[in-house]
Structure formats: structure tokens, C-alpha cells
């Protein structure tokens, strides 16, 4: 199959590719073939798409290794000379399909000859392939006994098994006696550890937009010398004045920026936490997850307005995100009269913040799902501070109900901020159900 500009036909898996011999092909293509209709593809039609074009590709024995732009083109039918920097549509499809690899190795016994990889930073897969398992040639010799009479076999049998009992049940009240009485922090995420799969963990990310590169280009020609590379254009504002009248045209999509700071750092305890209770937590940006990812594992959602997700699944709890024209508060469902709203300073900077934390173990999404939301970042902060720490899960659940471990909950944190940052929680509002 020759690659041409604007084609993106994909022969059928089972066709002969002339330039890879024999087996090794038969292996890859077979593995494909499993990988592209297991249940962790199925659902997503460019992963697919992406997934085959590279095998093919490095089957075929091509040698220019694949570039962005020309996947960009081929694939996916952009112009020949677009620009990758404000079109990220491939490496967006790498991503995905990288962690769908993951996945899927993750959840499929390895039975195969060869497991497919997408390494980092490439657009060229690699073949990773198994050893062969050898059978033993004759079972392990078996050694001889003594015969011993019937009485006393059966005497000695019958002290053996009454010494064991005898152990184990001194064992069993000595490890009763000594085991650690499970935390409150073990027993707020304890269902987490009841999915094989790893917790997702989705962050917020807004839509931003930047100065199109010909409108760069315009200014420069006014201002010689000035945003002619990308690294001025990333550390300066363009000085426009301010009547100056532009075309929408002019500005386009930033889609690798946005991710606001409370929420990285929210990101970060969280991966600690998981880290030090050995559970494996993938992460998610923006629009990198569906409502199919939400129902195979569970997740924890940061961030509110600008995460779909938490929106999604929270709209219709007790405790809620409401707008009204620009402006941002909790709301008390059950009494309207009840809102939490940010305050802000002299200077118009945020100094005190609230945020929500969810927990949802019979989610719309069949698996569970937390969210640490603040009215800003800095209330997803403190809400991912209050779930990672022992102390403020603790003193916030002294009055909780006896079995709140099997019910849902939610919890209304504030925090003061000082110069954007998050201080420690507060419990101002719960409810269990």
C-alpha cells in the first residue's frame, strides 16, 4: 500500500503486506485484529483509525520514519502545510491511543506472541515480542514413604490436624490483637480498591484562545523586530491598543494551555496519595475522557465550570454549583435561602473560596465517582486537601452517621487564600444519604 497525500484507505487487516515476512507479520496482524475489536477500541473510531495506520505503516517497511503533518494530512485530510502547532489533532489521537494500549494490556491476559506499543514522543510503533514457554519434559520425581501401621497413622494424623487448629487459632487472635484499626483516609477511598482498574483522575480545562500567527505577523510588520519567534510570542502579551478593531478570524483555539494551578496541585496530592496506598491513577485533560471511560473505572473529577464531567453527575445532588451572568456560588437545593460565594479583596483578588467534595458509590456511571470542585481553583485545592489528609476527614466525620462508610456524601469546604493560594479546609456543610 503506497502512501499518497490526501489518501487515507486502509486495506483490509488480513491482506498480504509484500515487504514483511512470514510469521512475524501473521503475529502483528493477528494481535491488531484482537486489539482493534476488543471492548477498549471498539468505542472510539479514530484510535482505531490511528492505531492501524502506524502498524501498516512500519509493516510495510517504509523508511521515512512518520511525521505529524504527514499523519496530519493523510490520515485525518489536513491541508499539506498546516500548521501542527494550532491543530493538535495527532498528537491528540496518540495520547489516546497510548493509553487505550495501556489499557487493554492491563485488562487482557498476555496469551499473544507480541504486544504493540506506541512509545512516547513517536508516531512509530514497536513490537515487543514474548519468549515461548517451554513444558517440562517429565514431572518431578516423587519420593518414597515409609509404610506406617493404620492405628498409628491415624493417631498421628489426628494430633497433627488438632495442632494445627491449635496454631491457627492462637495465630488468628494475635493478629486480631495487633492489626491497626483501619484510618478514616483507608476508609473513605476503601472503595476504590473493589475495581481492578486504575482511578481515573480528570482535570478541568477552559477554552482558551490565542492571537492567530497572522495576526502576529501584521503587528510585526508595523513593530519590525518584534514576536518573530514562538518563544516571544509565549512570554508577551501583544501590545494592541485597545480600540483597535480585529476580526474573530484573528484569534483561534489554544489547546495546550489552560489548566489552572489549584487544580495541578490538586492533581498532585491526589497522585501521591494514590501512590502511597499502591492503587495505579491515570489522568485525564479537559476533553480526554467520555462518559464510556467514567463507566469502567473509577474516577475522581477536579474542578467545576470547566469540567463537564463534574457538572454532569452533580446537577441534580443537594449541594451544587449555580451561575447567574458571570457569577459563581454554591447552592443549597434543599434551602435556596443557603449559598456559599467567593469574597474578594481591595485589589479584586480572590481571598476566600469554597468547594465541594462528592462521593458517589452508586453513580449514574455505575462505578465510583469524587469530585474535589471549588467555586475556583483553589476551592478544587482545598477539597483535594481535605480527602488526602487524615486529619480533616476525621474531625469532619465525628458527627457523621455510624455506617458512613456504605453512603454517599457530600462535604462544603471553605478556604481563605492568600496571594492564589489555598489554605487549609474548613467543614462548613455535610450530608450523607
Known sequence: MGLRPGSVAIPNLHEEIPTVGGGERTAVLRELDAILSSSVFRGSGRCKQFLEYVVRHKLEGHDEPLKERTIGAEL???????????????????????????????????????????????????????????????????????????????????????????????????????????????????????????????????????????????YSKTHPGTFTTEVERLNQGLPLDPKAKILWGDMVPFTEFGVAAGDVYAANRLSELFGRMNKPSQFRIGNEYSFDDLRNSPAVLVGAFSNWGTLEITANLRFAFAEREGTFWIQDRTAPERTWASHFGKQGERVEDFGIVTRLLDSKTGQLVITVAGLAATGSDAAAQFISNPEYLTEALRSAPADWQKKNMQVVVQTDVTNGVAGPPHVVATYFW
Not at 96 to 121: K, W
Not at 134 to 154: C, D, F, G, Y
Open 76 to 218: 485525518f485530510k489536513r491541508p499539506a502545510d498546516y500548521s501542527t502547532g494550532d491543530d493538535p489533532v495527532v498528537r491528540v489521537q496518540a495520547a489516546g491511543v497510548r493509553r487505550r494500549l495501556e489499557q487493554y494490556y492491563r485488562e487482557t491476559p498476555n496469551g499473544s506472541r507480541v504486544r504493540i506499543e506506541l512509545p512516547i514522543g513517536s508516531y512509530v510503533p514497536e513490537f515487543q515480542w514474548n519468549p515461548v514457554e517451554h513444558r517440562l519434559e517429565s514431572p518431578p520425581a516423587v519420593a518414597q514413604l515409609t509404610p506406617v501401621p493404620r492405628k498409628r497413622n491415624v493417631l498421628l494424623w489426628t494430633a497433627l490436624g488438632l495442632g494445627v487448629v491449635l496454631i491457627a487459632a492462637v495465630g488468628t487472635m494475635r493478629v486480631r490483637r495487633s492489626a491497626p484499626r483501619e484510618s478514616v483516609l483507608d476508609q473513605f477511598w476503601a472503595p476504590v480498591f473493589s475495581s481492578p482498574q486504575a482511578v481515573l483522575v480528570c482535570l478541568s480545562k477552559p477554552v482558551l484562545y490565542r492571537p492567530s500567527l497572522d495576526l502576529y505577523r501584521r
